[in-house]
């Protein structure tokens, strides 16, 4: 069965911490990964995206990480602000059909 | 944003009654998505579209339907709406040479008293 798992739930941090969000998945053929930002009350936005030949990429303070042999992915969030508060959601493409695969989130506090 | 917009933003209606939310976008873009996002779950997909007339349907579908007889309006019914389609709806398109990247619009708030 295709899943997305993200660990953990939800999290609290000083603002200026770093902190690494995980995204495991069990969907074949993988596609791509997606890390979204969802801020309270707004639509999910893009942070990065990945294909199978990338093993990291960054768009800002964000970094995130893919390793396709063991199905991870993480979303490392460097020198927190306190804007950096919303739900990070993983989304898995398979590369049958038009197929969206959403893990449940990663709920971000920062906290001053 | 893809110039995704939905309407409208909020609603309440009660429980027996149709509600019908809009998603339009700007670009022309082929697919279109419905999804509802409820605590503890991910976002769910209800209905997709990869054409004008062209519909499909999503993991949880029972009690909507949909129509696309434009290329830029994506309409979703409930045909009946029950308190358990309280929800938060998302409309979605993708974009790309495989279509593998969405953009989301803004939400809809739908309550079913």
């Known amino acids: 069965k295709n899943q997305v798992e993200q660990s953990p739930q939800s999290l609290i941090i000083l603002e200026g911490k770093n902190c690494t969000l995980q995204c495991n998945y069990t969907v074949s053929p993988f596609s791509n990964l997606r890390w979204y930002k969802q801020d309270t009350g707004r639509g999910p936005v893009s942070l990065t995206i990945m294909t199978f030949s990338e093993n990291t990429k960054s768009n800002g303070r964000y970094t995130a990480t893919l390793d396709a042999d063991t199905k991870q992915s993480s979303l490392h969030i460097t020198a927190s602000q306190l804007s950096d508060s919303a739900s990070y959601i993983c989304v898995v493409s398979a590369r049958t059909g038009n197929q969206f695969y959403f893990g449940t989130g990663t709920s971000l506090t920062v906290i001053p | 944003d893809a110039g995704i917009t939905q309407s409208p933003r909020h609603k309440v209606t009660e429980t027996g009654t149709p509600v019908t939310l809009r998603c339009h976008q700007t670009e022309n873009h082929r697919y279109m998505y419905w999804y509802r996002q409820d605590p503890g779950h991910g976002l769910r997909l209800i209905h997709y579209s990869y054409g004008v007339k062209d519909t499909d349907k999503g993991e949880v579908s029972d009690g909507y339907s949909v129509s696309r007889s434009k290329t830029e309006d994506f309409l979703l019914t409930l045909e009946s709406a029950t308190s358990s389609q309280t929800s938060v709806y998302f409309c979605?398109?993708?974009?790309?040479?495989?279509?593998?990247?969405?953009?989301f619009g803004p939400g809809t708030r739908l309550t079913v008293t």
């Open positions: 979605a398109i993708s974009v790309g040479p495989e279509a593998y990247e969405q953009y």
